[in-house]
C-alpha cells in the first residue's frame, strides 16, 4: 500500500521511537519535580528538546512552549492574545484558507464581539499584500496567516506580510504547522514573526504534540497573553499541566532528524514528485490537471484533478493500492472550502485529490500505480 497522505500525518520515524521508549518505561519522574535524579533526568531530556526545536528554528529555547498540537498553539496565541490584549483593539485579520483551527477560534473570538477580517486568496491560495493593507485598522491588533497552505502547498510570502503588520505596530501569527521540517526556517531572518506554530507528527514525530514560538522583545518579555489552559506553573506560566515527557522528546528528536536530513529530503521528494506525476500521467494521460504552482511550493505535496473521476470514488475504489486524501483530514465531510476560496468551481474539487509524499518511503512500489 502507497501511503501518500503525509500532508495529514506521518509514520513516526524509528529513531523518534527510539529515543522515547526510555521516557515510558524507566524515567518517569515529573521534569518540575526537584531533587532527585529520575526527575532530573526528564527535565535534562525536555531541555534537550526544547534545544532541539530551536535549533530547527534559530530561536532561543526559551521562546518554545510544548502544547499539544497545532490546534492548541492556534488557539492559545488567537484566544491568548486577544483575550489579553482587546484594550488596544477589537479587530484581527485572518485569511479565508486557513485551518479549521484558526477558521473556528477566530468565528468564536467573533461570538464575543472580536471583529474579524477573512482576507482573499489567489488560485494558488496566496493572500495579497494590498489587500492586507487595506484591511488593517486602528483596532487590529493580530494577524495571522499560515506559512503554507495544507492542500496546495503554496508558502505564502511571510516576511513580506510580517514587515507589514509591524510596520503598522500589529503582532503576526503564522500556523506554520505545513512547513515545519520541510523547508529551512531560520527565524532571526523573520524578525516580524511574533508567534508560530506547529505540530510533531507532520515531520515524522508522535502525535499529541506541538508547540509554538513566542518572540520575547528586546527587554526579555514575552508578548502579553492569557492562558489557554489555568493551573500549574509549567511553561513559563503560560501552559500548565504535567510535561508529556516522551511525546516531548520524540518531537525534540524528530527536529534533530529534519535538521540534518532537510537538504537530502527535498531532493528525494522533488524526485519523488517527478516520478509520481510521470506514473500518473502514465496511466490517466492528458486526463490529469495539476492544481500545484510549482514556483513556490512545499516539497511533496501535489494537487491534481483526474477528469472525469469523482474524487471520493476514486479513493474509495483505490483504498487497497493508494492513501491519499480530498483536501484536509480535518474537515473531511464537505467539499473543501480552501479550494471554493481558491476560485475552483464545485466539479474541479470534486475531482481534486491530494497526495502528499514521504521523504523516508521507498518509493519502488511506485510500481503499483498501473
Ligand atoms: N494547521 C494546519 C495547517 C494543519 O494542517 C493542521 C493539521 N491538519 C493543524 C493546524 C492542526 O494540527 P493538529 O491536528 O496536530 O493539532
Not at 487590529?140 to 503554507?148: A, E, F, K, Q, Y
Request: proline content about 3%; glycine content about 6%.
Amino acid at each position: 500500500m502507497l501511503y501518500l497522505d503525509n500532508s495529514a500525518t506521518t509514520k513516526i520515524l524509528p529513531e523518534v521511537l527510539e529515543a522515547m521508549m526510555p521516557y515510558l518505561s524507566e524515567y518517569y519522574g515529573n521534569p518540575n519535580s526537584k531533587y532527585y535524579s529520575q526527575a532530573l533526568e526528564t527535565k535534562k531530556a525536555v531541555d534537550l528538546a526544547r534545544h532541539q526545536i530551536a535549533v530547527l528554528l534559530n530561536c532561543s529555547d526559551d521562546e518554545i512552549l510544548f502544547t499539544s498540537g497545532s490546534t492548541e498553539s492556534n488557539n492559545f496565541v488567537l484566544k491568548g492574545y486577544v483575550d489579553a490584549n482587546e484594550n488596544l483593539g477589537k479587530h484581527i485579520i485572518i485569511s479565508s484558507v486557513e485551518h479549521a483551527s484558526i477558521l473556528n477560534t477566530a468565528k468564536f473570538l467573533e461570538s464575543k464581539g472580536i471583529e474579524v477580517t477573512y482576507l482573499p486568496v489567489d488560485k494558488n491560495g496566496f493572500i495579497n499584500a494590498n489587500d492586507l493593507i487595506k484591511s488593517i485598522k486602528r483596532e487590529t491588533i493580530l494577524v495571522s496567516i499560515m506559512w503554507s497552505n495544507n492542500e496546495l502547498g503554496s508558502i505564502n510570502d511571510i516576511k513580506k506580510i510580517s514587515e507589514i503588520c509591524h510596520k503598522h505596530n500589529i503582532l503576526f501569527h503564522t500556523d506554520a504547522t505545513q512547513v515545519i521540517g520541510k523547508i529551512p526556517i531560520d527565524l532571526s531572518d523573520y524578525i516580524n514573526i511574533d508567534f508560530l506554530s506547529f505540530s510533531a507528527h507532520k515531520f515524522y514525530g508522535p502525535k499529541g504534540v506541538g508547540g509554538v514560538f513566542i518572540r520575547k522583545d528586546k527587554n526579555g518579555f514575552y508578548p502579553k497573553l492569557t492562558p489557554l489552559l489555568h493551573g500549574g506553573e509549567q511553561e513559563y506560566d503560560l501552559r500548565a499541566g504535567t510535561l508529556a515527557v516522551h511525546q516531548i522528546v520524540g518531537m525534540g528528536k524528530a527536529a534533530e532528524i529534519a535538521c540534518r536530513d532537510m537538504e537530502s529530503n527535498i531532493k528525494k521528494l522533488y524526485e519523488y514528485e517527478n516520478e509520481f506525476i510521470f506514473r500518473m500521467k502514465k496511466v490517466f494521460g492528458n486526463k490529469i490537471i495539476i492544481n500545484n504552482n510549482f514556483d513556490n511550493k512545499i516539497p511533496g505535496l501535489i494537487s491534481l484533478r483526474i477528469l472525469g473521476y469523482n474524487n471520493q470514488l476514486f479513493l474509495k475504489n483505490a483504498s487497497s493500492l493508494i492513501a491519499a486524501s480530498t483536501g484536509s483530514a480535518c474537515s473531511n465531510a464537505k467539499p473543501s472550502y480552501v479550494l471554493k476560496a481558491c476560485g475552483y468551481k464545485d466539479e474541479e474539487i470534486r475531482e481534486t485529490i491530494r497526495f502528499s509524499l514521504s521523504a523516508y518511503d521507498n518509493y519502488d512500489h511506485f510500481n503499483s500505480i498501473e
